[in-house]
Protein backbone atom coordinates (compact mmCIF):
# COMPACT_ATOMS: atom_id res chain seq x y z
CA UNK A 1 0.00 0.00 0.00
CA UNK A 2 1.69 3.44 -1.20
CA UNK A 3 1.47 5.86 1.53
CA UNK A 4 0.01 9.02 0.97
CA UNK A 5 1.53 12.53 0.58
CA UNK A 6 0.24 15.48 2.03
CA UNK A 7 -0.02 18.77 2.07
CA UNK A 8 -1.98 21.83 3.31
CA UNK A 9 -2.57 25.51 1.97
CA UNK A 10 -3.79 27.65 3.81
CA UNK A 11 -4.96 31.65 3.79
CA UNK A 12 -5.60 34.23 6.21
CA UNK A 13 -9.60 34.48 7.72
CA UNK A 14 -12.33 36.58 6.32
CA UNK A 15 -11.72 40.24 7.40
CA UNK A 16 -14.66 40.02 9.78
CA UNK A 17 -13.35 37.32 11.62
CA UNK A 18 -9.96 38.60 11.68
CA UNK A 19 -8.81 39.02 15.32
CA UNK A 20 -7.67 42.83 15.33
CA UNK A 21 -4.01 44.30 15.21
CA UNK A 22 -2.68 45.20 18.88
CA UNK A 23 -0.39 48.38 18.09
CA UNK A 24 0.63 48.08 22.06
CA UNK A 25 2.16 44.45 20.94
CA UNK A 26 5.05 46.86 18.68
CA UNK A 27 8.21 47.14 20.07
CA UNK A 28 9.48 50.68 20.06
CA UNK A 29 12.90 50.62 21.78
CA UNK A 30 13.86 54.32 22.11
CA UNK A 31 12.07 55.77 19.13
CA UNK A 32 10.12 59.13 20.35
CA UNK A 33 9.51 60.73 16.82
CA UNK A 34 5.67 60.34 16.01
CA UNK A 35 6.18 60.10 12.66
CA UNK A 36 8.86 57.30 12.93
CA UNK A 37 6.82 55.60 15.93
CA UNK A 38 3.19 55.65 12.92
CA UNK A 39 5.42 54.40 10.46
CA UNK A 40 6.71 51.63 12.65
CA UNK A 41 3.22 50.68 13.45
CA UNK A 42 2.32 50.67 10.18
CA UNK A 43 4.80 48.21 8.95
CA UNK A 44 3.81 45.81 12.07
CA UNK A 45 0.43 45.63 11.26
CA UNK A 46 1.27 45.11 7.38
CA UNK A 47 3.41 42.04 8.17
CA UNK A 48 0.85 40.99 10.40
CA UNK A 49 -1.54 40.52 7.66
CA UNK A 50 1.06 39.03 5.40
CA UNK A 51 2.16 36.46 7.93
CA UNK A 52 -1.75 35.74 8.67
CA UNK A 53 -2.10 32.78 6.82
CA UNK A 54 0.92 31.10 8.55
CA UNK A 55 -0.87 31.21 12.10
CA UNK A 56 -4.09 29.40 13.17
CA UNK A 57 -5.75 32.35 15.03
CA UNK A 58 -5.19 34.78 12.09
CA UNK A 59 -5.57 31.74 9.40
CA UNK A 60 -7.82 28.70 7.92
CA UNK A 61 -7.42 25.60 5.62
CA UNK A 62 -8.41 26.64 2.61
CA UNK A 63 -7.13 23.06 0.12
CA UNK A 64 -5.53 19.91 1.41
CA UNK A 65 -3.69 17.61 -1.42
CA UNK A 66 -3.43 13.87 -0.83
CA UNK A 67 -0.92 11.76 -3.49
CA UNK A 68 -1.51 7.82 -2.30
CA UNK A 69 -3.15 5.44 -5.07
CA UNK A 70 -4.46 8.37 -6.90
CA UNK A 71 -4.64 12.43 -6.65
CA UNK A 72 -7.40 13.50 -4.71
CA UNK A 73 -7.17 17.76 -3.80
CA UNK A 74 -10.28 18.75 -1.32
CA UNK A 75 -10.68 21.78 -1.26
CA UNK A 76 -13.19 25.07 -0.02
CA UNK A 77 -15.69 26.11 -2.26
CA UNK A 78 -19.08 27.53 -1.31
CA UNK A 79 -20.55 24.12 0.01
CA UNK A 80 -17.48 22.97 1.07
CA UNK A 81 -16.24 24.28 4.56
CA UNK A 82 -13.19 24.27 6.60
CA UNK A 83 -14.86 21.94 9.51
CA UNK A 84 -15.33 19.32 6.11
CA UNK A 85 -11.88 19.36 5.26
CA UNK A 86 -10.34 18.95 8.97
CA UNK A 87 -13.30 15.88 9.40
CA UNK A 88 -12.44 14.25 6.04
CA UNK A 89 -8.40 14.76 6.99
CA UNK A 90 -8.91 12.86 10.21
CA UNK A 91 -10.84 10.36 9.02
CA UNK A 92 -7.92 9.44 6.55
CA UNK A 93 -5.33 9.66 9.10
CA UNK A 94 -7.70 7.26 11.18
CA UNK A 95 -7.70 4.51 8.45
CA UNK A 96 -4.23 5.05 8.05
CA UNK A 97 -3.21 4.69 11.42
CA UNK A 98 -5.47 1.74 11.18
CA UNK A 99 -3.73 0.08 8.84
CA UNK A 100 -0.14 1.23 9.27
CA UNK A 101 -0.25 3.35 6.40
CA UNK A 102 2.36 6.52 6.33
CA UNK A 103 1.42 9.84 6.18
CA UNK A 104 3.93 11.89 4.31
CA UNK A 105 5.08 15.23 4.25
CA UNK A 106 7.44 18.32 4.00
CA UNK A 107 7.39 20.59 7.22
CA UNK A 108 4.51 18.79 8.53
CA UNK A 109 5.19 18.74 12.24
CA UNK A 110 6.23 22.20 13.00
CA UNK A 111 3.37 23.39 10.06
CA UNK A 112 0.93 21.53 8.46
CA UNK A 113 -0.09 19.09 11.93
CA UNK A 114 0.10 21.74 14.51
CA UNK A 115 -2.19 24.15 11.66
CA UNK A 116 -4.49 21.24 11.43
CA UNK A 117 -5.00 20.26 15.35
CA UNK A 118 -5.69 24.03 15.80
CA UNK A 119 -8.01 24.45 13.41
CA UNK A 120 -9.56 21.73 14.58
CA UNK A 121 -10.05 23.43 18.42
CA UNK A 122 -11.36 26.20 16.93
CA UNK A 123 -13.78 24.51 14.37
CA UNK A 124 -14.63 21.73 17.39
CA UNK A 125 -13.70 19.23 15.14
CA UNK A 126 -12.12 15.87 17.79
CA UNK A 127 -8.53 15.40 16.87
CA UNK A 128 -7.81 11.75 17.05
CA UNK A 129 -5.99 10.99 20.39
CA UNK A 130 -3.02 8.81 18.47
CA UNK A 131 -2.17 12.06 16.58
CA UNK A 132 -0.32 13.19 19.30
CA UNK A 133 0.99 11.13 21.89
CA UNK A 134 1.72 12.55 25.07
CA UNK A 135 0.92 15.95 23.63
CA UNK A 136 4.79 15.28 22.77
CA UNK A 137 5.37 13.46 19.53
CA UNK A 138 3.30 12.51 16.51
CA UNK A 139 2.20 9.37 15.47
CA UNK A 140 4.84 6.59 13.46
CA UNK A 141 2.71 6.94 10.81
CA UNK A 142 3.58 10.74 9.98
CA UNK A 143 7.34 10.92 8.06
CA UNK A 144 8.27 14.95 7.50
CA UNK A 145 10.70 14.94 4.80
CA UNK A 146 12.39 18.23 6.00
CA UNK A 147 12.72 16.56 9.20
CA UNK A 148 14.65 13.53 7.51
CA UNK A 149 16.95 15.93 5.26
CA UNK A 150 17.55 17.76 8.94
CA UNK A 151 19.28 14.67 9.91
CA UNK A 152 19.02 16.18 13.74
CA UNK A 153 20.37 19.55 12.79
CA UNK A 154 17.52 22.23 13.09
CA UNK A 155 19.56 24.84 11.35
CA UNK A 156 20.04 22.87 7.83
CA UNK A 157 18.64 24.41 4.92
CA UNK A 158 15.76 22.46 4.01
CA UNK A 159 13.16 24.14 2.10
CA UNK A 160 11.40 21.51 0.10
CA UNK A 161 12.97 23.37 -3.67
CA UNK A 162 16.50 22.85 -1.62
CA UNK A 163 16.19 19.35 -0.68
CA UNK A 164 14.22 18.51 -4.27
CA UNK A 165 17.09 20.46 -6.29
CA UNK A 166 19.97 18.20 -3.97
CA UNK A 167 18.31 15.26 -4.87
CA UNK A 168 18.32 16.16 -8.98
CA UNK A 169 14.90 16.51 -8.62
CA UNK A 170 12.65 19.06 -10.27
CA UNK A 171 11.52 21.50 -7.54
CA UNK A 172 9.74 24.02 -7.05
CA UNK A 173 8.47 26.26 -10.53
CA UNK A 174 10.03 29.06 -11.41
CA UNK A 175 6.91 31.38 -11.95
CA UNK A 176 8.16 32.96 -8.57
CA UNK A 177 4.69 31.57 -6.69
CA UNK A 178 5.02 30.57 -3.35
CA UNK A 179 2.56 29.22 -0.64
CA UNK A 180 2.19 32.59 1.01
CA UNK A 181 0.78 33.58 -3.18
CA UNK A 182 -1.79 30.39 -2.71
CA UNK A 183 -5.05 32.45 -1.20
CA UNK A 184 -4.40 35.23 -3.55
CA UNK A 185 -4.67 32.69 -6.62
CA UNK A 186 -7.32 30.39 -5.03
CA UNK A 187 -9.99 33.35 -4.75
CA UNK A 188 -8.07 35.27 -8.56
CA UNK A 189 -7.44 32.01 -9.92
CA UNK A 190 -8.63 28.57 -8.50
CA UNK A 191 -6.96 26.47 -11.24
CA UNK A 192 -3.30 28.23 -10.90
CA UNK A 193 -3.54 27.93 -7.15
CA UNK A 194 -4.47 23.56 -7.45
CA UNK A 195 -2.08 23.17 -10.02
CA UNK A 196 0.75 24.66 -7.18
CA UNK A 197 -0.62 22.74 -4.58
CA UNK A 198 -0.49 19.24 -6.71
CA UNK A 199 3.42 20.30 -7.90
CA UNK A 200 4.22 20.58 -4.48
CA UNK A 201 2.45 16.58 -3.98
CA UNK A 202 4.41 15.45 -6.63
CA UNK A 203 7.72 16.77 -5.57
CA UNK A 204 7.28 15.39 -2.19
CA UNK A 205 6.46 12.35 -3.34
CA UNK A 206 9.91 12.12 -5.12
CA UNK A 207 11.91 13.70 -2.72
CA UNK A 208 10.49 10.70 -0.45
CA UNK A 209 11.45 7.86 -2.97
CA UNK A 210 14.50 9.42 -3.41
CA UNK A 211 15.75 9.71 0.31
CA UNK A 212 14.36 5.43 0.77
CA UNK A 213 10.83 6.70 2.51
CA UNK A 214 9.15 5.06 0.52
Not at 34 to 62: F, M, N, P, R, S
Not at 112 to 125: A, E, G, H, T
Not at 130 to 141: F, G, Q, S, T
Request: with cysteine.
Amino acid sequence: MNPIIFDIETGPLPEDKMPPFNEETVALGNLKDEAKIKAKIEEAKVKYLDDAALHAHTGQVLAIGYLGDKLAIDARDEKRTERKILLRFWEIFSKSANNSRQMVGHNIFAFDLPFLCRRSFVNSVAVPPAVLEKNRYWCPIFVDIRERWQCGDRQAKSSLHLICTALGLPGKPDDGMTGADFARFFEQDRQVALDYLKNDLEITRAAAVAMGVM
